[in-house]
Structures are given as structure tokens and as C-alpha cells.
């Protein structure tokens, strides 16, 4: 007979109060965000609407979102060959490049922006004058530990080496490899990070506020300082945009009717 | 004239001398096994002729070309592995589409092809599902279909049943040999399994600790194996250290009437070689024992379907033999027989060096 699944009372209290911790702050930032800027009562949509006119909003918005976009194509770009090469090639530097990739975690992004502002200082305006420059290069450093530790255990999750010489007996070359056969095996992988470096490039505030740029936790912070209710509305929509924007991701990612990549068999 | 040749091949990983000058002609349509233990250099081999690994020293030839520094992916070697190794993310069908995908091949051709393939190996219904609904044999199978569908020179087999259960392993040995003589295509295989190799070779070369001890037909390999390891290596082997004496070889005190004896130095140091289904086993009767007759007692007793093994102790010689079960039933555990040594199926070889042990596989 197959048991019957029940959920022990003290299960059920954490699961109610791990809810509660989540949710009741949203719901008090969503009653609050009903609130009249002017007149301090319930119930109005005045301040959603204040939110979505605002050109600063949309604007930062865009520069935040373009931001992580770019920041995932260059991570990616740049660290699924190289953990690729590594697995394959020379597996002794595995340890090394993990090392490496703790130090945007142990560096504090104050101490790291205030060295990449230094260090790049003089160099040509399209670069240091611009998000899409100087802060991408910030982001693809920060999200190096969480590239790198998704991909890796990715790429450790299946036989790296016999993938790729079935495929190179078969007659591709490595690009050809690494594209259809390594990539949609470690295409979880590659989601997780990219996710990862989503919430981070979308959330961040220090590196954009020493380095002068408008994006969107700045914006947020702005409204914070100088507005009341309809920094609640903001804070909301911002939560709600970035789970849209990791749901998207997932959609996009997922291949249609692809299933999960098992490596079948013991070994 | 040779289609496939290892000319002088040598590699060495730090001090380790993985390959000592490998040769190796094989004509076009043959089939070879190359059989040793773990880290005889069989697998070094295999991934030389591959193109995933370069020799030290040596040439790799196919077909009058040589392909020593060719990339694998240029080389057009079919290559099935012994990991499983099918790409997860593709069906059976994608995965042996893969290679005609490479070369460009239209749409209609392909299909064709690989509907051929799946065929063949027995595996037309299956094409459409993926590595991880399969069963161990049947990736295998996919595997080597993705492998043939290339239309490689030479196919290339490293172990490919180590992975399955005893009987798929002899399933699929004896399929892999039927499409190999049915497309008449050069093969490789490299396997530690000493049966699988004679069971399905044209050739099987036994390798040890980097050379080829010995090459030849299975049969050859297994009458008149021409080292100690190879006769230790393949197939059960009594063996008794000697000397050469006047009609036969002396084994401690022992004097056995050996005729492959004659002619040979007196004093020769020697290895007595005797197939365990040779030797003639009996109730002793009491009578003291003669010529090549050994007398002791059964300790054990193995049971291997039509025959079983005894293990013979007496006079500090132990003797295997294996007689046909039903005589052996008359024969329990305790019972003193006497072991006769034919005095022509023995074989003799010089002994220069200690005979390097053999070790298990994993």
C-alpha cells in the first residue's frame, strides 16, 4: 500500500512562518504603495502610475537591463570556453581559477571599484564614460564567482573529454563541439548563471553609484530618498520585473521539447 | 599490401614508457584485437591511430598515407568508446546524423543512411528516443552505428563491452564481428578480455608493458603462444619451472618425458606448458607413478558447464585439469588421483627472466 504523504505539525509551522517572513513584507510594501502621496490615504494606484510615467524610471530601467544583458553575453563568451579548456586540457589549473574566482567575493566592491576607476583612469571616453564599458567590465568581475562555480559543476556533470572526442572522431571541429554538443549539455548550467548575474547586475548599487552611472537601483534609491508611497510601488515593480525578466530567461533558454540532458548509465 | 600500419610507434608519458616501438600491418577488411592488462599501452595505442594523442616517435599509415599528425577530426576513424558516449542532448537518430551533419550531407541522404544504420544494429524502432532511455547495449549499439555511418576507413574499439553485463557482452561481440565482415571495414579493437579477442579477431596482438609480445591468428595465440606471459596470458596454463635433462625436463627432483624436449641443451632452464584440458585425470590405484604421471589429491573443484576444473595437490606440484563433469562427479574434494601430462602437448620455452605477473582488471 503506498503510504500516505502528511506533513508533520512542526513542518507545517516553519513552512507557515518562512512564508510569513517572505510574504508580509511584500504585503506591507503593497498596502503601503496604495497610499495617496498627497493626502496619506488608502486606496489609490496613483502612485503605480507615477512610477510607470516616470522617463527616469524607464531609462534606468533600460540601461540596467541592456547592462545585464551584456554583462551574460560577455561572461558567457568568455568563460564557457575557458572552463571548457580547462576541463579539458589542463584539469591541474581547475583549483587556481576556483581561487581566482573567490576574489570578487572576499574584495569588497567599494575597495574593487576605487581600484578599476584608478586603474582605468585616462583611458578613451566610450569606455570609461559609459555603462556600457567601464560597468560591464565591473559586472563580468563580479559575476565571475557565480559564472564560474554554475558552469563548473556543469561542466563536471558529464564526461567532458569523451563528448568531445566521439565528436572530433566524427569529424567536427571544436567550435562545432563546444556549440552542439558541450553548450545544450550544460545549458542548466549556463541558465543558472545567467541568472545569477541577472539579480546581480540588476541590484547593483555600489560600483553605479561611485562610478557615476543612472541605473535602476540608483533610480530606486533616488525615489527612496525623495519621494514616500511611491517608493513602495517602485520597490514592487522592480521585484515583479525581475522575476519576469529570470522567468523570460528560462523560457527563452528552454529549447522547445527539449528534455533534461541525463547521462545515462553508471560508470 | 598493408592498409593499416603502426610504424616504430613510441610515446612516453614522463619516465613511463606507455608505447616501446609498436608495430602493427593490418590489411584492408581485417580484423585485429589488441589484448594485454591494464597498462600494456593497448588504449595508448588506440587513441595514436585516433589522432587524440601524437607519438613520441613512429608513423601512423592508412592506406599509403601517413596520418601521424592529422587531426582526428580529419582522419575519418570511427571511433566507439568504452564510456558511454552518445550526446545526451540528441535521439539515437540525431546522434548518428551527427557526422553526415558535418560532412554536409542532404537531408533525404541522411535519413536514408540512418535508418540504414539503426537496422543494423538492430535498432530500427529506437531512433527517437534519447542516451538515458536506453539500455547499456543499446547506446552501445547506437554508438557504433553513429561510428560506422562516417563511412570510416578504419573503425576503432576501445573496450566497448566493459561496460555491459555478461550476456549482452557476448550478444553484441558477435554482432559487432557479423557488421564488420558484412561492410568489410578495417577494424581495431582494443579489449582486455582475452575470449572476446579470440572469439571475433582475424588477428590478436598481446601486449605487454608497452610492446606487442606476440601477434597471430586466435588459434595461433592460443596453441603456441610464444612467450610466458602470452601462454600465461591467454587461456588457463599449467606452468612448472624445469631444466633440461636426457629425455625430458626435471621439475624439482621430478623428471616429466616431454618430447618437445629433444634437441634442447642439456641444462636449459624452461617453462612446462600444459593445457588444463590435456591432462588425464584418474582414480590412482595405488601403483607407484610413472613417467609424466603426477599423483595427489583434488582440493577444489569448479564447475564450468560441460567441464569442471579440479586443482590437483600432491608431491609440491599443483596441477589444474579439467575433465568432463560427469567424470569429475566420480571425483570429490579428497580424493587421490593421478594427473597425466601428454607427453606431446606440452609446450616448452626458454626461461631468461622472471615471468611478469599479471595484473586483475578492474
Known amino acids: 500500500m503506498k503510504p500516505r504523504r502528511f506533513i508533520a505539525p512542526s513542518a507545517l509551522f516553519w513552512l507557515l512562518l518562512a512564508g510569513a517572513y517572505f510574504l508580509i513584507p511584500l504585503v506591507a510594501t503593497f498596502l503601503f504603495s496604495l497610499k495617496s502621496n498627497q493626502t496619506g490615504k488608502c486606496c489609490t494606484a496613483a502612485n503605480y502610475s507615477w512610477v510607470i510615467h516616470n522617463h527616469g524610471f524607464w531609462e534606468s530601467l533600460k540601461i540596467s537591463a541592456l547592462l545585464a544583458l551584456e554583462t551574460i553575453v560577455i561572461s558567457l563568451a568568455l568563460f564557457v570556453p575557458t572552463i571548457y579548456w580547462v576541463h579539458l586540457k589542463v584539469p591541474r589549473l581547475r583549483p587556481v581559477i576556483a581561487f581566482l574566482a573567490l576574489i570578487p567575493f572576499v574584495i569588497p566592491p567599494i575597495v574593487m571599484v576605487v581600484g578599476l576607476l584608478r586603474f582605468f583612469k585616462g583611458t578613451p571616453d566610450w569606455f570609461y564614460a559609459k555603462p556600457w564599458g567601464f560597468l560591464a567590465g565591473a559586472y563580468v568581475i563580479l559575476a565571475f564567482p557565480y559564472m564560474f562555480f554554475s558552469l563548473d559543476a556543469g561542466f563536471r556533470s558529464i564526461d567532458v573529454h569523451t563528448l568531445t572526442e566521439a565528436s572530433q572522431s566524427l569529424g567536427a571541429k571544436w567550435t562545432t563541439t563546444l556549440f552542439k554538443v558541450i553548450l545544450p549539455n550544460i545549458r542548466s548550467a549556463a541558465l543558472a548563471a545567467s541568472f545569477l548575474t541577472l539579480a546581480i547586475v540588476m541590484g547593483e548599487f555600489t560600483i553605479a553609484n561611485l562610478s557615476a552611472f543612472n541605473t535602476f537601483p540608483i533610480f530606486i534609491q533616488y525615489v527612496n530618498e525623495s519621494q514616500g508611497f511611491p517608493a513602495g510601488a517602485l520597490t514592487l515593480l522592480s521585484f515583479g520585473i525581475t522575476w519576469a525578466a529570470m522567468l523570460s530567461l528560462l523560457l527563452v533558454g528552454r529549447k522547445r521539447g527539449a528534455r533534461s540532458a541525463v547521462i545515462a548509465g553508471g560508470r | ?362
Do not use: W
Request: charged share 25%; glycine share 12%.
Open chain 2, 1 to 362: 599490401m598493408a592498409f593499416l600500419e603502426l610504424q616504430n610507434l613510441h610515446r612516453d608519458f614522463g619516465t613511463v614508457k606507455a608505447l616501446d616501438g609498436i608495430e602493427i600491418q593490418l590489411g584492408e577488411g581485417e580484423f585485429l584485437s589488441l589484448l594485454g592488462p591494464s597498462g600494456c599501452g593497448k588504449t595508448t595505442a588506440l587513441r595514436l591511430v585516433a589522432g587524440f594523442d601524437r607519438p613520441n616517435e613512429g608513423r601512423i599509415v592508412v592506406d599509403g598515407k601517413d596520418v601521424t599528425n592529422v587531426a582526428p577530426n580529419k582522419r575519418d576513424m570511427g571511433m566507439v568508446f568504452q564510456a558511454y558516449s552518445l550526446f545526451p542532448n540528441m535521439t539515437a537518430r540525431q546522434n548518428v546524423e551527427y557526422g553526415l551533419r558535418i560532412r554536409g550531407r542532404d537531408k533525404a541522404d541522411r535519413r536514408k543512411r540512418v535508418a540504414e544504420l539503426l537496422e543494423l544494429v538492430g535498432l530500427g524502432h529506437a531512433g527517437d528516443r534519447y542516451p538515458h532511455q536506453l539500455s547499456g547495449g543499446m547506446q552501445q549499439r547506437v554508438a557504433l552505428a553513429r561510428a560506422l555511418a562516417i563511412e570510416p576507413r578504419v573503425l576503432l574499439l576501445d573496450e566497448p563491452l566493459s561496460a555491459l553485463d555478461a550476456k549482452v557482452r557476448v550478444q553484441l561481440r558477435e554482432e559487432i564481428r557479423r557488421i564488420q565482415l558484412e561492410l568489410g571495414i578495417t577494424t581495431l579493437y582494443v579489449t582486455h578480455d582475452q575470449e572476446e579477442a579470440l572469439s571475433v579477431s582475424d588477428h590478436v596482438a598481446v601486449m605487454y608493458g608497452g610492446r606487442i609480445e606476440q601477434m597471430g591468428s586466435p588459434a595461433e595465440m592460443y596453441s603456441s603462444p610464444a612467450t610466458p606471459f602470452v601462454a600465461e596470458f591467454i587461456g588457463t596454463m599449467n606452468r612448472f619451472e624445469g631444466t633440461i635433462v636426457d629425455g625430458g625436463v626435471d621439475h624439482g627432483g621430478k623428471m616429466l618425458r616431454i618430447e618437445a624436449a629433444n634437441g634442447r641443451p642439456k641444462g636449459q632452464r624452461v617453462l612446462v606448458l600444459v593445457r588444463p584440458e590435456t591432462v588425464g585425470v584418474a582414480r590412482a590405484n595405488g601403483a607407484a607413478p610413472t613417467g609424466n604421471t603426477l599423483v595427489g589429491d583434488v582440493v577444489t573443484q569448479t564447475f564450468l558447464g560441460p567441464v569442471t576444473r579440479l586443482k590437483i595437490l600432491g608431491d609440491g606440484v599443483d596441477v589444474i585439469a579439467d575433465v568432463p563433469t560427469q567424470i569429475a562427479l566420480g571425483l570429490p574434494v579428497g580424493t587421490r588421483v593421478s594427473a597425466a601430462l601428454p607427453a606431446d602437448g606440452v609446450r616448452l620455452l626458454e626461461l631468461k627472466e622472471d615471468i611478469p605477473e599479471i595484473s586483475e582488471e578492474p
